[in-house]
């Protein structure tokens, strides 16, 4: 295959640019989180301390403890500095009702969390790109591919939860319901999780293999007596993988939100349902805590694909 | 090299459209055209009330008696759901309204504003977009507490911003197009501009990504529901219908299955309605 | 006690796990098939359905879940039997002074808490009086000893207990895994340590507590002090005990039918019949004492206030066929406000109540409300009949949520407008100190029929200051003066007579709608044998034993 020749300081340039205009962007986001959460507690109504103690009882010297942590009888303005501060620092403040920091409620939750995040996003990746190579460009299969895959993006993924929970694991017994450890009570969650994923991924996958099918270069390497499958493995997927890129930030919003439902509908453990119970019980420290991990998240993973990228992409590769 | 810009997993705006078969199309027509009727009088399909429960008849099969069987309480699953559209899809459809709204204005903003609102709303845009959606709707009910009304401004807040810049995007093509100089130098007024110019051409392809996002809308609205954010009970929600039921699944499938199914083609329709929508303006457009 | 409000106790008791058993055999789950003798080693892994989240520590939480995650590792001064007696434990002997204000107990001795420190006289008052320390903010404990005036180390293995009045539930309430005695040398941790572990003397050694996925413990081998009666003494026949939680009904009981656990509480009731036909699982019951599940009306305020309304409510809506149908059979519907298996039922309360809606129309009418609107519900001078329900559907379990629906939609057929108000725990907080709610729901498990001083005495209506579970707000002389009474003696058919006029005297006055008597569904699987009960009602290990493969 011929890479796009580019002069080396020229091809720096073009790797050196985004990266800094990512992080750029990224530094905006995770402020743009911070303040969020804090304009969160700003406008719930009622006082501030009361908010952060939530459904709980503390003594007064934990409350002034409190006023004096978030600088509450300072002025709105130093008040945001100073819990700007506090982020910066790592501190992600103290949950009244589960007694603990929040970062060590999330951090025992958390990992949890990303492995379900991990399997159904390698799953997902894993069905998508087959079911994307196999019917790109090949009529009936694709017909019934979409077909499917419009179920797919339609359905709630806690009634599929629940579809696969009654029939794999009450029905027919095949896979555990829950659990967190080994790999079987990892199935039916991140199978649940990946559906939505799996049908948005395979059509933009199969609509960008389809582009490229046509264009000269695939036509250069069959004359060449490449197979179909090769062409399809080897020319057509590298460039259908860039658009689905843009998927990413999609992506990872989507299954950060679908753990709230998975692990609520599977009894899993993990940061969805942290955050679920939080919102309940109005524990906001702890709900302000998720959204900026959550966002720390979602800029360290964008970051990694804008590498990943430059890996796919030869031509933005020195020569 | 993009060739799809990604909105949500409804909506991918790319170069080709791959059609749906046209009975598909009417097909889902004519079932939104009954979710429609029977979300505005329920009464027309379902007898009796939703909410009449019958402890003797707690978890019947489904039967000649009652079409969808019954549930834990004994009320009728058919009747419920029926009964159960106008909430189920009026949360979906007002979130979007408020959020086309939203967004339109915010939109128009940031593209007619000026340079510094343009980067004000865009980068609140960014953040927006950047906060898993259901996590800031947890968080806006975290602040605003649980409810159907609390439920529609959480689904608001996070499908605004891709209404935001699709509004932005479109006028500012409309702005280079030419003509809205052409209206300026003509002397007329800014706001007649937008009215007469940019809202008109936006609207064709805001339509589109509407209808499409209503299903988005749709299923997160019934997410809160089964997450019991949502409307209080006895609300036949469907998505609560899900959450209520759940104890009981292992035993009878019909309280699992039926409300579900509502759910998921009245989404499955709207989807495939709006691809077509969106496949045949983009085919005017181009 | 504090003057601050407290969490909701009766929220989380709610949600509790049941104190005491009412006697179904000896044995605990599956203990008539064990196949040879008990076995040492292994795992057994539980599975539960609520967890002590905010609080482990039972001295400060007020959840019976506490107790069940902590009674691995706690003991007790004392146990109590089947039969409802008072057995020793970490104490091997007491007296009771002649005005019943003292307690003298005579403590074990070489008995050792699992982080080395000694048990002893000083370690009983550090407990005590850490319970009813301000700091600790107690959300039960503290209030089952109320008039407690302090302890004095009389020597290295006596301890000398005061009460400012004569107070005979004490011995009872040590029983409790509320009472459990902690390690000292653990007690003097900030009390947010204590919510994440504890250390105590007992068969288990906690290793972990993972909110959301439960809690572990390893066996405490050097263990020699079971309490008189348990089924073997030395250490624990399990290597390990795994609690986990599964909130999910559904997935819970997937676990255990699939073998993912070897057993769980909370069978749902309705797979009880499925569960009960499958040869490798077994179901034991347990029924909780204390306090039913019940519905308490605001006797003060709001359309309650009215007896002719609450009777309507009481006799016009058919509770028991309710109940036997959305539980299928599994939980009995409540005769009256407190459970047979509590010490001082009245047993002559059974029976009485009937359904009977003319007599409830009847009485609504007379009540004024005759009027009905559009839509079916009755009304008086204009105003709706609205009973504002304080309901929390996110604590909500063993399908209470479709029953308070259930009620909600019968309530209707008799003019009633149910309204579900409390959406968050917050609100709720808000607004069951003040009185603003017409309807609240709870059951409150104890043991002793002292459990009535909780639901019922004046000084228990819960106010701005004081966090009561009296949530009918009833003030009555006479219900006071015979719960005080019963304070005072410990002649058993003294206290069960008084205890009886109160039951009595709540159900004329309909200060209480009393809904099922919950009973303990622990299902496991055919390996599982020995799991014993705690006196109060909810599964321990320490004679657990699982088969080997």
Not at chain 2, 44 to 64: E, I, K
Not at chain 2, 89 to 105: Q, R, Y
Not at chain 3, 31 to 37: E, F, I, N, Q, T
Not at chain 3, 58 to 72: E, K, W
């Amino acid at each position: 295959m011929t890479a796009v020749a580019v002069p080396a300081t020229r091809a720096r340039a073009r790797v050196v640019r985004p990266v800094l205009v990512r992080l750029g962007t990224s530094v905006l986001v995770l402020w743009g989180a911070v303040t969020v959460a804090f304009a969160g507690l700003h406008l719930t109504p009622g006082n501030v301390v009361d908010l952060l103690i939530g459904a709980n009882t503390v003594t007064p010297e934990v409350r002034a403890r409190i006023v004096a942590d978030y600088g509450l009888d300072r002025p709105l303005l130093v008040q945001y500095v100073t819990y700007l501060g506090r982020v910066l620092h790592g501190d992600l403040g103290q949950s009244y009702q589960l007694h603990q920091p929040v970062a060590s409620a999330i951090g025992e939750q958390i990992g949890s969390s990303v492995q379900l995040m991990l399997a159904s996003f390698a799953l997902a990746v894993v069905v998508a790109v087959t079911v994307a190579v196999l019917t790109a460009g090949r009529r009936w299969a694709r017909a019934v591919f979409s077909g499917v895959e419009l179920v797919g993006i339609s359905i709630p993924s806690f009634w599929a939860g629940i579809l696969l929970l009654t029939v794999f694991s009450f029905g027919l017994g095949l896979f555990p319901a829950t659990g967190g450890e080994g790999v079987e009570s990892l199935v039916l969650p991140s199978v649940a999780m990946a559906i939505p994923v799996i049908a948005t991924l395979s059509q933009v996958l199969r609509e960008g293999l389809e582009l490229t099918l046509e264009e000269p270069f695939v036509l250069t390497a069959r004359s060449r007596g490449m197979s179909d499958l090769g062409v399809r493995l080897r020319h057509a997927l590298r460039h259908a993988l860039l658009p689905t890129v843009t998927l990413a930030g999609w992506m990872v919003s989507y299954l950060f939100g679908g753990a709230v439902i998975t692990e609520s509908v599977f009894s899993r453990q993990g940061i969805g349902r942290l955050t679920l119970t939080a919102v309940t019980n109005k524990d906001l420290p702890v709900v302000m805590g998720v959204v900026l991990i959550a966002s720390l998240l979602y800029v360290v993973i964008n970051i990694l694909l804008d590498l990943l990228y430059l890996a796919i992409d030869p031509r933005l590769r020195g020569a | 090299m993009t060739t799809s810009t990604i909105v949500s997993p409804g909506v991918v705006i790319g170069r080709r459209r791959r059609r749906v078969p046209r009975a598909g199309v009417w097909a889902a027509a004519a079932f939104l055209l009954v979710v429609a009727v029977i979300a505005i009088a329920p009464g027309l399909v379902a007898h009796g009330s939703p909410d009449l429960t019958d402890a003797l008849a707690a978890l019947r099969p489904p039967d000649g008696e009652h079409l969808l069987g019954t549930d834990a309480n004994g009320r009728d699953i058919f009747t419920r759901i029926v009964y159960g559209a106008r909430p189920s899809v009026l949360a979906g459809l007002a979130a979007t309204a408020l959020a086309v709204t939203g967004g339109t204005l915010a939109g128009l903003l940031a593209a007619l504003g000026g340079r510094v609102p343009d980067e004000v709303v865009m980068r609140v845009v960014d953040v927006l977009l950047s906060l898993p959606g259901l996590l800031l709707a947890l968080l806006v009910i975290a602040v605003a507490g649980p409810g159907t009304l609390n439920a529609v401004f959480a689904i608001a807040a996070y499908t605004l911003p891709g209404y935001a810049r699709l509004v932005r995007a479109q006028t500012m093509v409309i702005r280079r197009s030419g003509y809205v100089e052409a209206a300026v130098s003509l002397g007329l007024t800014k706001a007649r501009i937008i009215a007469r110019h940019v809202l008109p051409n936006a609207f064709a392809p805001l339509l589109v990504l509407a209808t499409i996002e209503v299903g988005t809308a749709l299923v997160a609205a019934s997410s809160l529901s089964f997450l019991g954010l949502g409307p209080r009970p006895p609300a036949p929600e469907w998505g609560a219908m899900l959450s209520a039921g759940r104890d009981y699944f292992s035993v009878a499938w019909w309280v699992a299955v039926f409300p579900g199914l509502a759910i998921t083609l009245t989404v499955l329709s709207v989807t495939v309605v709006g691809r077509h929508l969106q496949r045949r303006v983009e085919g005017r457009l181009s | 006690m504090s003057t601050s409000i407290r969490l909701p106790a009766a929220v989380f008791v709610s949600l509790s796990l049941a104190l005491t058993a009412c006697g179904t055999g000896d044995g605990g789950a599956a203990a008539a098939k064990a196949p040879g003798g008990p076995v040492k080693g292994g795992t057994l892994t539980f599975g539960v359905n609520t967890e002590p989240s905010t609080c482990l520590d039972p001295h400060q939480s007020p959840a019976d879940v506490a107790g069940l995650f902590t009674r691995p590792v706690l003991d007790s001064l004392v146990s109590l039997d089947t039969e409802g007696r008072i057995r020793p434990w970490l104490a091997t002997s007491w007296t009771v002074s002649e005005d019943q204000k003292t307690y003298t107990l005579q403590l074990r001795e070489g008995v050792k808490f699992s982080d080395g420190t000694p048990f002893d006289a000083a370690a009983v008052k550090a407990n005590l009086d850490h319970i009813v320390d301000p700091a600790t903010r107690s959300q039960l404990a503290a209030g089952y000893i109320e008039p407690y005036e302090g302890s004095e180390v009389v020597g290295p293995h006596t301890v000398k207990v005061s009460f400012s009045r004569p107070y005979s539930p004490f011995l009872s309430a040590l029983a409790t895994a509320y009472f459990g005695i902690e390690s000292p040398r653990s007690l003097e941790q900030p009390q947010d340590a204590l919510c994440k572990k504890v250390v105590g003397s007992g068969p288990f050694v906690i290793d972990e507590y993972v909110v959301q996925k439960g809690i572990t413990y390893h066996r405490n081998p050097g263990y020699d002090w079971a309490a008189e009666g348990a089924g073997h003494t030395g250490a624990a026949y399990l290597d390990k005990l795994e609690i986990k939680v599964i909130t999910e009904d559904s997935v819970r009981l997937g676990a255990l039918t699939s073998g993912q656990v070897d057993a769980i509480a909370g069978v749902p009731p309705v797979n009880v019949r499925q569960v009960r036909a499958d040869p490798r699982l077994t179901i034991t019951t347990r029924q909780a004492p204390g306090g039913n599940y019940n519905y308490y009306p605001n006797t003060t305020s709001g359309p309650f206030a009215d007896k002719r309304v609450r009777q309507a409510f009481r006799d016009g809506i058919d509770f028991a066929t309710i109940v036997q149908n959305l539980y299928f059979g599994a939980f009995q519907p409540a005769a009256g406000p407190i459970s047979p298996a509590t010490d001082g039922y009245d047993k002559t309360l059974e029976g009485k109540a009937k359904y009977d809606p003319a007599t409830a129309n009847r009485l609504l009418d007379e009540a004024g409300w005759s009027a009905r609107d559009a839509e079916g519900y009755r009304t008086r001078d204009g105003r709706r009949l609205t009973i504002r329900w304080g309901f929390l559907k996110a604590f909500a379990r063993e399908q209470r949520d479709t029953l308070a629906e259930q009620i909600q939609a019968e309530a209707k057929k008799i003019g009633f407008d149910v309204e579900f108000v409390a959406g968050t725990v917050n609100e709720w907080l808000e607004k069951y100190p003040k009185g603003d709610y017409d309807l609240m729901d709870f059951s409150w498990q104890r043991a002793d029929g002292d459990t009535l001083r909780n639901l019922f005495d004046s000084s228990s209506i819960p106010t701005d200051a004081k966090f009561g579970q009296n949530a009918a707000r009833l003030a009555d002389k006479d219900v006071d003066g015979w719960l005080s009474d019963a304070l005072d003696t410990t002649d058993q058919a003294e206290r069960a007579e008084l205890y009886a006029k109160v039951q009595q005297r709540v159900t004329d006055e309909a200060a209480v709608f009393p809904v099922y008597v919950f009973n303990y569904l622990l299902g496991a699987g055919e390996k599982v044998h020995g799991i014993g009960w705690e006196p109060q009602a909810y599964p321990t290990f320490y004679d657990a034993w699982v088969e080997q493969a």
